[in-house]
């Protein structure tokens, strides 16, 4: 079994002390993997879902102080919430959760993408990305783009004790981004790295195709890494 299965204590930045994180999604791969890693460095999380005994039943199964719940639970109690749902359903609960959520950190990673025989490629956002569409929903809250590139395969991974990749962090509130690069840091072996203004997360999310034909290829679970910094 990995280290971090037995290590719940590790150490977080000052700014997350006492910061509760939701997971929106926290069901499928990628918020599930997500909130396993959290919380195994020690950080309160609530597990979201559509179904709030499916979140209860997974989150029974993962280390440290993660409960399941609803997603308007998830989005009630955290101060840091992740939205890591399928794009067809994004604009839809983040409308509906939208009071609950104002003056909260939000963290998207969702990438808008469509599959055919060719491959993965990005989609076309009327906004210009999801965390952008995010932002024009949740007028009220401070919305941050990241975790897109993290493989949720490796995140579930409880044999792996790091993850080798950084996250590309986005967003026009340095506070807010900062708090996120810590969150992204306290997973071992990752580094957040600011990647600039919320504008830009339309290559970030559309990236995300081009990883997914690397991993095809190459049978990997590649991530990213930035040089020189």
Not at 13 to 26: A, H, I, P, Q, Y
Not at 50 to 69: K, S
Not at 72 to 93: K, N, Q, S, T, Y
Not at 184 to 201: D, K, M, Q, S
């Amino acid at each position: 079994m990995g280290g971090y299965e037995k290590e719940i204590d590790v150490s977080v930045s000052e700014g997350l002390r006492g910061r509760k994180v939701g997971v929106l999604g926290g069901t499928g791969p990628q918020g599930r993997g997500l909130a396993r890693r959290f919380g195994a460095a020690g950080l309160d999380v609530v597990l979201g879902s559509r179904d709030a005994e499916r979140a209860a039943q997974t989150a029974a199964g993962l280390p440290g102080r993660v409960r399941g719940g609803s997603n308007a639970d998830a989005a009630a109690e955290a101060d840091i919430v992740v939205v890591a749902v399928p794009w067809e359903g994004h604009a839809e609960l983040l409308t509906a959760l939208a009071p609950v959520l104002a003056g909260k950190i939000v963290v998207d990673c969702v990438n808008p993408l469509g599959f055919d025989k060719q491959g993965a490629y990005a989609l076309v956002v009327e906004e210009g990305s999801a965390a952008q569409q995010a932002a024009a929903i949740l007028t009220g809250s401070r919305v941050v783009a990241a975790f897109h590139h993290v493989s949720a395969v490796l995140l579930e991974d409880p044999d792996l004790d790091t993850v080798d990749t950084d996250v590309l962090v986005l967003g026009d509130d340095r506070e807010a981004t900062d708090l996120v690069r810590d969150l992204a840091a306290t997973i071992p072996g990752v580094r957040g790295v600011y990647g600039g203004r919320l504008r830009n997360a339309h290559q970030v999310e559309a990236f995300t195709a081009n990883l997914i034909s690397v991993n095809r290829r190459y049978r990997a679970h590649a991530g990213l890494r930035i040089t020189d910094v």
